[in-house]
């Protein structure tokens, strides 16, 4: 397992960042951790429909995410809101999904990220497309998918991995195992003992790292991002993680597992470490973190009052994006709903 | 006799049949520790053992796959998908296999299994969580495709289907598991495949339904009976097999319907059901044959789903409309 | 013009838009060296080389699932699966996904792609090779659902498909592929959707039909025809979008109605024709309208499937017997 | 890749069989090529619907079927009628299948055989269902499942060895890597350089062996059967063998590929292989071939003769077995299409 920052802070060999940069990924992070929170706290006031939240995972999505060129294609889950917006989805989309409205699902052209996947497992397949089809057409632009160890049982994860290898599509896949899906620990998903291994069945790289360890992550993501550009082919890699807190706000994580395993891993918290490092350096001031953290505050409640003004859809607007055109069966469902003559 | 919730009225009845055949299993995705997203599985694996009630992967074609192999060597499977809308991994499986494996083997090897999947809207949650496509069940030859109402039919039903021998598809209702109320006997009593069940009798206008709509269409008729309107309710319990006599029985006598459906328009069971009540009674109607239905939209998300699922408002319009005959 | 059977004149469609289009590509289990298990991509990948005309690994998801993040990404994907018993692996994703992104994303992300699926019975193939379930599609929001009865036809539809915006399943009828013959321009004429044809014009009845069925209901009719029934005869080419007023201007002449399909009865797209019609047409129906359906069985094998089919016989049976409006 | 006995006849290691065994294998594998030769021959003449070939692929049937028990669970496929065979499914159901007769899919009660797999991957997971009910219930049957290189595309594949895997069910993941996949070769089916070695992504052991080989096939069959059997779990087996002839009667290998491979593996043909090693031991005479030879044939046209004797399924027969009992709207239609009068 590739580790490079340890929870202490230290280093183990070099970090892919300049200092610079990791000062902004850490104020990344934080603005993650904020909107996360926020998340969870609008869903306790029903402004919000169920939210999944990400905390602990911050450093696999925000690191991998830092090695894409803005232009790359982004196909993740619905607890990957941290790496959309690093990828350029603006926070007041990823409010707007989890109001319910599906103008979440668009964001600005040129932000090339696909809307949360709710399935699971379906995903990292049109990741493979996309990749494939930049190629085809000549660009450079590569896909990264990420997706859960839950996800890597479904059949479509297979087919997208071996669809992957045949074709040498530039597709980076990112797992983060953060040892459950709902319920189900990582040891009754598969009998592999590591996912990264699973690679190997594709004809593939894999690569295990710390996912919690910011620079880890991003090495490991670097060199696959630059196999996927350079024309040389898919990485698996998997970042090893933890979901600290519960699956979704409707999920009661006491059911099945001790609150002790939570704690452990909070104590690797993945934001910690690289405050830890950054202060080892200087490079950390609590004045600064308040900076941070009362910026990302305001940033993200704009996000939440923009969402929270838009009206909702109403009748006409459920038909009017099944199809570039609407046929005249829909045309006439519309008049039953809104009353109007039937045409 | 207790007064239960409809998902209260499944646990017991899944409790009652892994108590009383050791064949039956419950297998699926969190129904074992957690209890199932809705709970409906909740202390089953506590009780009866994690060999009996089987966390699975995260693979829906994998979970109904191997209940598939499971009921052919002698076990009971009850399967279960969270959401109708993650049921489509596993449609290979339910429509190749499972459903045919009787009529591929001349009755040599059956599959009795069934597969639990929570359908409809009306929660709010996220995309996928709130479909209602039973038609694609019930336009698949050799299943049978089970939709109960309430709390007693729900027990009642889902007894009925682990003892079938054959492959049985039941949709829970999500959003009467907790809405719901009504007395289940304990042990639940069995309640029959293909019989209708009338709700509410009247002489006007015969309006069919089942599942998640019914409490819905119950209230729609309440309102029209207060303004003269009196309507025959039917509720269908099971769409394959189904009961048409029940259905035609009661047109005779009104000589209108209104079916109501939370499903997409086309091609839904709504429209078999109009098709069938015109070719059986076409000179007995007085009106045409009416659907509300939910549209060929996706269904959408929390903010504006009450567009999508049939209205009281939207069902009494249309027995409105059939009663001036159009 | 040149007289083609409906397989070449998909396969010169197939080229002219490979040949005109850069961003096309044709993709699918053993489409390339082998030109396909029906040879409608008989040549293609030597003329347009193996990157636009992709042999891929047997995995009917993942070719779907690449050919909608192609789409996404600018490419015109024509996806190909070999039979369609075999596309029910790849339902999720058209489903869940394909049919679905243009309004997940308001518009934003769209996925125009095609998929070619032969389909129907009647060439004696293994079991899985013959259905007709063209009503999982119609029933599902968000796809254009295209099935072509003719040489021309066939051309002129999936050009159009091609170009269309929005995800189009291309249903191609397998026992037409080399028994019909027609001309066909060059390059191809393309053909409108949502327009249905009238192949026959009569005046006491009309039959409805597309794809594999429609020769047979041409021959029912010429049959009728000879004892003094004189049938409109539609062809409806695309059932989404559908071509209700043809139907129901048809239907408002003849006061008649005979549906013929081949796809199982049940929640078949014969029962949304059927619920349509009588809900726009009631008063001026003279007999029930009559449906000709394949069965709610599987598709029997080759020594049996011809029970399944509807037959000239039934055809005509369903006709006489709607005529003493019955 | 394990090999015992090799194509000249002698061998390496022990064989798995007894002379006895070895030589009612032989029988069997000549059994089964007069069974394929003559489909063949009947769907030229029409009296068969198409017919796939297992031309080449006897060793790797016969051998693993030979391991198992008489009551052990079958799944396979349309192109395993020798391993069916073995397995106690009669030549007459094989025949009337392939006229197409459902009741070809009845075979006589005790034969734990499902009807042959038409689409390709679904029955995998299957046999898991199977092997897993059996240890559920106390029993030591276990389940083999055969396939093709090709279904290890499939999801399905993916979704049954790792259930397999997770559960530790019983079952034998039998791959018979036969090269190709209608026109696609194994090295465009996936980039692993072996299948066996997809086994390491479910925690499975994985074996690839000689296909061709008789004792090859049957030595790793008899171990993953053992281990099945005493509950330690799944295995999966790569028989590489090659299908000499065409996908089915309706293929036409010259389009895809150059007829000198297929002379190359005729040459490695594995029932000449046997008859080399025990020609070797003076156990094989031209007069004990013929003897076998016509007794097959014998047994064969019988079967074929039975088959045919079948009156197809009448109208109301294609009802009958939807359900244990017709539901009213089947028996209506049912009515409708044989003209009774309606119910
Ligand atoms: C096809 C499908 N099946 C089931 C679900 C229900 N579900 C939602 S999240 C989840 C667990 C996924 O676990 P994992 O992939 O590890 O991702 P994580 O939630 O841990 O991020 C499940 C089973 C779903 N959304 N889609
Ligand atoms: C789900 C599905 N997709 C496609 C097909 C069409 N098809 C029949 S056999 C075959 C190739 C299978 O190759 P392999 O698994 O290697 O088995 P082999 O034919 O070589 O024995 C294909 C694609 C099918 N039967 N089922
Ligand atoms: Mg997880
Ligand atoms: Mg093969």
Known sequence: MLEILRPDGSIVGEPPFSMDETKRLYGAMVSARTYDTKGTALQKQGRLATYASFEGQEAAQVGAIATLRHDDWLVATYRDAAAMWMQGYPWVNLFLGRTGDERGGSPPVGVNVLPPSITVGAHMIHAVGLGWAEAHQGRDRIAMTLFGDGATSEGDFHEAMNFAGVFGAPVVFLCQNNHYAISTPRHRQTASETIAQKADAYGIPGVQVDGNDLFAVATAAQEAVARARDGSGPTLIEAVTFRVGPHTTADDPSRYRDVSEETEWRGLDPIDRVQRYLESLGEWTPEWNDQLAESAAKEIEAAIAEAEAFDPLGPSEIFEAMFETPTPQLERQRSLLVGEPDG | ?326
């Open chain 2, 1 to 326: 006799m207790a007064e239960q919730n409809l998902a209260q009225a499944l646990t017991g009845a899944l409790d009652h049949v892994l108590s009383t055949d050791p064949g039956t299993i419950v297998l699926g995705e969190d129904v074992g520790l957690t209890g199932g997203v809705f709970r409906v599985t909740d202390g089953l694996q506590a009780k009866h053992g994690p060999e009996r009630v089987i966390d699975t992967p995260v693979a829906e074609s994998g979970i109904v796959g191997a209940a598939f192999g499971m009921a052919i060597a002698g076990l009971r499977p009850i399967a279960e998908i969270q959401f109708l809308g993650f049921a489509y991994p596993a449609f290979d499986q339910v429509v190749s296999h499972i459903s045919r494996i009787r009529n591929r083997s001349r009755h040599r090897f059956t599959a009795p299994l069934v597969i639990r999947i929570p359908y409809g809207a009306g929660i709010g949650a996220a995309e996928h969580h709130s479909e209602s496509t039973e038609a694609l069940f019930t336009h698949t030859p050799g299943l049978k495709v089970v939709i109960p109402a309430t709390p007693a039919d729900a027990a009642g039903l889902l007894l009925t289907a682990v003892a079938d021998p054959d492959p049985v598809i039941f949709l829970e209702p999500i959003r009467s598991y907790r809405r719901l109320r009504g007395e289940v006997g304990d042990p639940p009593e069995p309640v029959a495949f293909g019989e209708a069940v009338l709700r509410q009798r009247g002489s006007d206008v015969t309006i069919i339904s089942y599942g998640a709509m019914v409490p819905d269409v119950l209230e729609a008729a309440a309102q029209l009976g207060h303004t003269g309107t009196q309507a025959d309710v039917i509720d269908l319990r099971t769409l394959v097999p189904l009961d048409i006599e029940a259905v035609l029985e009661s047109v005779a006598r009104t000589g209108r319907a209104v079916i109501v459906q939370e499903g997409h328009r086309t091609c839904g069971f709504a429209a078999e059901l109009a098709a069938s009540i015109q070719e059986n009674a076409l000179y007995l109607l007085e009106a045409p044959v009416a659907r509300v239905t939910g549209w060929d939209t996706v269904v959408p998300l929390r903010r504006a789903e009450h567009h999508y699922v049939p209205s009281i408002g939207r069902i009494v319009a249309a027995v409105e409309s059939t009663m001036r005959g159009v």
